[in-house]
């Protein structure tokens, strides 16, 4: 990935650094995609694996963190050699935040293994697979800096976003007809927020790649679709 450096050394350090981002976003899919398993079909033993998995993110994380202040103190890097360093930095960030809403959403499926009715998790299905092909475009596009395929994730976001709102209104409405799912239609509630929270790290780390790429963020403002804070229950009334 690294262009040539009069440092060999520091060739090596760059590749090393992209590798660790790779393993810590393949991580971070699998540990995604697996809790998105487990809240569909209701696997506690799976969703508890991922909660236990998230060490491993977290490892690589502090790991990434300690390369790139290595590299900072040690090579003074400029130009684009800098612009890699600290997008490193700022992209392993998100990845393990990212990490953590996986487990949020595992944790969420623990529980409502654990109920006697679980309420309908289909309507998840689409935003689910969604995000998770947005975190695999956003690996490739770090890999193959791919300025193009960073755009095209951070597009992806308000799609998500008006889906977790529709979702938010879907949900309430089925709560207020069967108040014996509020319990579980709450969990699920949280499971999407996470994911939705997913997506939007996976932008920041696609506006990151174009950082690292093009050498600027990204000059348009970020398309906002979550609209669940004015959302109201069918039949009442917003007080005023």
Known sequence: MAGGHTVAAFDTE??????AIDRMAALVETQFATALDALATADAAKAAA??????????????????????????????KDLRDIVAALKIASNLERMGDFAGSVAKRAVTLAGLPVVPPVGSLTWMGRTVLEMVGDMRRAYAEQDAALAAAVRDRDGEVDAAYTS??????????????????????????????????????VAENISYL???????????????????????????V
Not at 14 to 19: D, R, V
Not at 62 to 78: D, N
Not at 167 to 174: H, S
Not at 217 to 226: A, G, S, V
């Open 167 to 204: 979702l938010f209104r879907e949900f309430l409405t089925y709560m207020m007809e069967t108040p014996a799912q509020i319990t579980g239609c709450t969990h699920l509630l949280f499971a999407a927020k996470s994911i939705e929270r997913i997506g939007d790290h996976a932008t920041n």
């Open 14 to 19: 760059l590749t090393a650094l992209h590798s």
């Open 50 to 79: 991922v909660v236990e998995g998230d060490a491993a993110i977290d490892r690589l994380e502090m790991e990434v963190e300690a390369m790139t202040i290595r590299m900072l103190a040690l090579r003074q890097p400029m130009a």
């Open 213 to 239: 790429v093009e050498g600027r963020l990204p000059k348009d403002e970020r398309r906002k679709e979550d609209h669940s804070s004015f959302a109201v229950a069918p039949g009442s009334t917003p007080d």
